[in-house]
Each structure stands twice: as C-alpha cells, then as structure tokens.
C-alpha cells in the first residue's frame, strides 16, 4: 500500500482551476519531485496535502485512510505531515530553538527538559548547534531554511514536503539546504519536493512529475523523464530550464 | 586629501566637490532658519505686550505669586490623576485585549462574542468621552447604591475604561490583522490549533508591533483623567478650579497646564522614538 495516494484531487479557487483531478502515489522512503512552470499547481498540490487547503473533490489517502474527508480534525494529521514553505515562515519573535520546540511542547506536550537533547542533537546534525539561540533575524537564509527544516521535522512527521526552499534563498545558499534533502534522502524519509532545482531532481528523485496547466502531464523516473520525455509541453519546458 | 577624517569641518581642503557643496547649502538653510525664527520671536515679544489687554492677562494667568503659591497643591492634586491613572490603565490593556480577541472567534457557536465586540467598539468609539462619563458617572449612582458603588471615583473610572478599552481593542485588532497569514499556515502545518496560534504565534508579534499606537492612546487617557473633574473627583484641573475661584486668578490653570505637559511631552516622544525605531526595523 502506497504511503501516500491521491485520486482524482480537484481544487479551484473561485473560476481558478487549480487542481484539474491530480493522481498521484508515493511509496514509503521515496523521494517524489514535482516540477513545472510558476502557478501549474504544484505549492496547492502540497497545500493540500498537508490540508492548509481543503480539496473540492477526489481523495487523499495517508496509509490507506481518508484524510480528505470533509469536516475531519485536520491538526492531529497535520502533525503527522511536515511542510516547509519558500519563504520560511519562521516565527521571528522567538529564537531558532524556540520555534523547533514549540510544536513538539503544546502538541505532543512534550516537557521542555525532555526535549532539550533530543532538540541539541537535530540542530547538530545539520550544523546549526552554535545558532539555536539566535533569533531569525540573526541567521542567514539558508540558515533560516534549514532551521525550518529542523521545525518540520521536530514533529516527526511521516512525510516532508518541500515547497520550493531554495527559490528565495541567495544561489550560494542553496547548497547547505540541498545538502539537508540528501541526508534526509539517505535517512529514508518519504519526501514530496516542489522544486525548480532540476539537477538536483535528477540526481535524487525515484521519481519526477511534470505538471502543466494544473494536471500532472507526465511522470516517471527522472532518467526517462528528463533524458526521454514523451509530451512535447515536458520537451519545451525541460528546454526552458536546462 | 589622503585621510579625510583629520580635516576639520570647514570648506578645507580634502573635502570633496559634493561634500563641499553639500556643507555651503547646509549653511545656508541654517542660517535662513535661524534668521526667520529670531523674527517671529521678536514679533510675539514685541508685538503682544502691545495689545490693549496684556497687563490684564498677565495679572490674571501669569502671576508668579499665585503661581509659586498654588503649584504645590496642584501637584498634590495631581497625585489624583495619576491613582486614577495607574488603577484604569491594567483594566483597560486587558479588556482591550478581551474584545480585540472577541472579534476574532472563529467558531460559529461564539458568533454573539464576535457580535458583542463589534457593537461595543462601535459604540465606544462612537460617543464623545465626556458624554460617557456623564451617563455613566451621574447614572449609575441615581440608582441609589450603598458607599462606595455610589463613588464618582468608580463611575468615572468606568466610563474611562469602557471607552479606552474599545480604542485599545481596535488598535490591537489592527495589529492581529497586520500578521501575515503566512505566520498562521506556518503554525498551523504544525499541528497547533487556532487558539495556540493566536496564543503563542499570532498575539506575541501583534502587541509588539502596536506597542507604539497604544502607548499614544494611555497618553490620552492620562489628560482625559481631567473629565472626571465634571462628576466631582477632586482632581488637578478642579483643584486649578477652586484655586481660580479663591484667589479670583486664572494661574492657577496655566500651572496645571504645565504639569501635563511636563508628563506628555517626553511621554510623546518617547512613544515617537520607539514608533521610528519600530519603522526601521520593519524596513
């Protein structure tokens, strides 16, 4: 049973299609890219999914269970799925250690002792012991993504979707946090990126998904996708960016 | 030309040709200020003595004896104010507080809340201070309660606070709005409810940014004090009043003027300061 599955997800906003009934399966440990162009839906793909919008129609299955479901308790499944957004969205008012454990204390109510090393350890792991008691505003944009990161995976989430982390940040950031994906690549976390970074899609993903015009248009492992595509729309856009 | 820095201000050498420019228009403005607010000056103090009244008027508001006789008991008097002051600001940030939250309930089964608290800063902004602290200040003690419910001191406060509070209420909704949504999507991809967000992510950030405006409204509040003196609470500016009626001088009411102002000036630009402070941060 696929991790994550969705059928036939339609979304619009007012006259605005923005989901045009999207199939999609992910598979535990798998790292899926969604690529295309600006406004082809792939941040309200991820939005949805982590159900900060709700779907029209269609289902999302998280192991098998409807979580699309109308009227359903979205926080206890947000928690279980962690997203990191373009622009960060750190809370600028409390340091680097404060924003990755305020989730974990009023959601899993979780002590702030209990938390301490196991919070000291996430930021070490991806370097950024000597900064949790910064504020924001104090770190650089690549530090500030990946502290992000470290929020999302505070929760311990299930899934991790990334909805373009790199596009804001200065080109000789991007490295640090692409370095960031690649380890949690290796650890086995499942991973849903939207992503412009094709290189990087090409190295990593188990799988690539062109949307066009808020359909996914094709999809299939990055060597065919991006070496052999079959749509002539995939041929012009790979074009564009390569 | 070498080391800038160790030429003395002046057209010198080593300034450079827009610096030098700069320096001679600087001059200039100088000057041209100087020389204009050294004629108005002259012209008040040269031309206002002259008006048929002055000798009057400076009898009967600026009379140094009356003065040094009577600012001591103003400044007592004032002591008043600031009591009034001290007991209605707490009471006024946290109904202001109450309400604003009030207009923000999501829930449909708390829609009269979200109803109430646009009604009650409709109406308490609507209505002059002083009407308030009429109705309120000569209204509730007709009932005929029992001491204290039937003080002026508790009424007048009251209707302070029922008006600030609505004022303080719209100032902190304005600064809940001014948090970007982005915050709460953040937030709430986490996992926290509406509630947490606003407790731990929205209202922290939302204060902070409105500190400035609200500390203007509490410098409001502090002169406003002065209305309560029409219910009968003894403060500053009716102590100016029975001093007026004693000693047949208006000084009296110039001395309190200059205890206000020696409050709210720093108090307002302090309130400045951290309002600029605040616009660089954000720019």
């Known amino acids: 049973m696929a991790k994550l599955a969705l059928q036939s997800v339609t979304k619009s906003f007012g006259d605005n299609i923005v989901c045009r009934g999207i199939d999609l399966s992910v598979d535990e440990g798998e790292m899926v890219c969604l690529i295309g162009a600006s406004g082809s839906g792939k941040s309200t793909l991820l939005r949805c999914i982590n159900l900060l919008e709700p779907i029209d129609d269609g289902r999302i299955l998280l192991d098998g269970v409807d979580i699309s479901e109308p009227g359903l308790d979205p926080q206890p499944i947000r928690a279980r799925i962690g997203i990191v957004f373009q622009s960060f969205n750190l809370f600028p008012h409390m340091t680097a250690a404060e924003n990755v454990m305020l989730a974990p204390r009023r959601v899993l109510g979780k002590s702030r002792e209990t938390l301490e090393a196991p919070v000291k350890a996430l930021f070490d792991r991806f370097d950024l012991g000597q900064r949790m008691q910064h504020y924001p505003d104090q770190l650089s944009g690549g530090q500030q993504q990946r502290v992000a990161i470290i929020r999302a995976l505070a929760m311990q989430p299930e899934i991790m979707l990334f909805d373009e982390i790199t596009s804001a940040l200065d080109p000789e950031l991007v490295g640090e946090v692409l370095d960031v994906l690649r380890q949690l690549r290796t650890e086995g976390m499942t991973m849903i990126l939207a992503t412009h970074e094709m290189a990087f899609a090409r190295e990593l993903a188990d799988k690539v998904c062109f949307l066009d015009a808020s359909r996914i248009l094709e999809e299939g492992p990055p060597e065919t996708l991006f070496s052999n595509p079959r749509e002539d729309r995939t041929r012009a856009f790979l074009k564009r960016v390569l | ?283």
């Open chain 2, 1 to 283: 030309m070498t080391d800038q820095t160790s030429v003395p201000r002046g057209s010198a050498p080593g300034l450079t040709r827009r610096q030098a420019y700069e320096q001679r228009l600087r001059r200039r403005s100088n000057t041209l200020a100087a020389g204009s607010t050294l004629a108005v000056v002259l012209a008040v103090v040269v031309l206002v003595p002259l008006a048929p009244g002055w000798d009057a008027v400076k009898r009967s508001f600026f009379n140094g004896q009356v003065f040094a006789k009577t600012f001591p008991g103003l400044l007592d008097a004032f002591l008043m104010n600031v009591a009034i002051f001290l007991w209605c600001a707490p009471i006024i940030a946290i109904l202001g507080l109450v309400i604003a939250l009030f207009r923000d309930v999501r829930s449909p089964a708390l829609y009269p809340l979200r109803l109430f608290g646009a009604i009650y800063t409709d109406v308490f902004r609507g209505l002059p201070v002083i009407l308030v602290i009429y109705l309120i200040g000569f209204g509730v003690p007709g009932l005929g309660l029992p001491r204290p419910w039937n003080s002026p001191y508790v009424w007048g406060s009251l209707a302070l606070i029922l008006v600030y509070a609505a004022y303080v209420a719209e100032v902190i909704r304005s600064g809940i709005d001014s948090i970007h949504h982005s915050q709460r999507a953040a937030a709430a991809s986490l996992g926290l409810s509406d509630g947490e967000t606003m407790r731990y992510v929205v209202l922290p950030q939302a204060i902070r940014n409105v500190a400035p405006a609200n500390m203007n409204l509490f410098i409001a509040l502090q002169k406003d004090v002065a209305l309560l003196s029409f219910i009968g609470p003894v403060e500053v500016f009716r102590q100016a009043g029975v001093y007026k009626s004693l000693l047949a001088n208006f000084t009296p009411y110039v001395g309190a003027a200059v205890i206000f102002l020696a409050l709210t000036i720093p108090a307002t630009r302090y309130a400045d300061y951290l309002m600029n402070k605040q616009r660089r941060r954000q720019s």
